[in-house]
């Protein structure tokens, strides 16, 4: 093999681990699947929202049907929840880690 071929073989194989790199970044972020409940531990209804302690202006919302509701592609770090009902109050907002991967967040309604 010539030395020009071995270099194209390398630099193939940089751009595909490359991509695979990318690929798994792309794939880091988190589904979040939310569940509200009551005191009662009964399902309720209306908006969470999930703010960047960090700051920034992208917040991730979902709106529950039976209490429950997904985000997509939320990025791993430290957000504060908050949940409000269709009528009343909001929930103070709370602390939440978000990892990577699947996670379920149980935000607890007034």
């Known amino acids: 093999m010539s030395f020009t071929t071995l270099l194209q073989q390398a630099l193939r194989i940089v751009l595909v681990s490359a991509t695979l790199l990318a690929s798994t970044v ?5 589904l979040v699947h939310v569940q509200v409940r009551n005191p ?9 929202t999930l703010r960047p302690r960090a700051g920034g202006d992208q917040t991730y919302r ?3 049907e039976g209490g429950d509701c997904d ?11 908050t949940f409000a009902p269709p009528s009343g109050e909001a929930t103070p907002p709370r602390n939440v ?9 149980r935000v607890a309604a007034q």
């Open 26 to 30: 792309a794939f880091a972020d988190a």
């Open 71 to 81: 985000i997509h592609g939320v990025p791993p770090g430290l957000y504060t929840v």
């Open 97 to 105: 880690v978000v990892p990577e991967g699947r996670v379920t967040l």
């Open 40 to 48: 009662s531990n009964e399902p309720v209804d209306g908006s969470v």
């Open 62 to 64: 979902c709106q529950t």
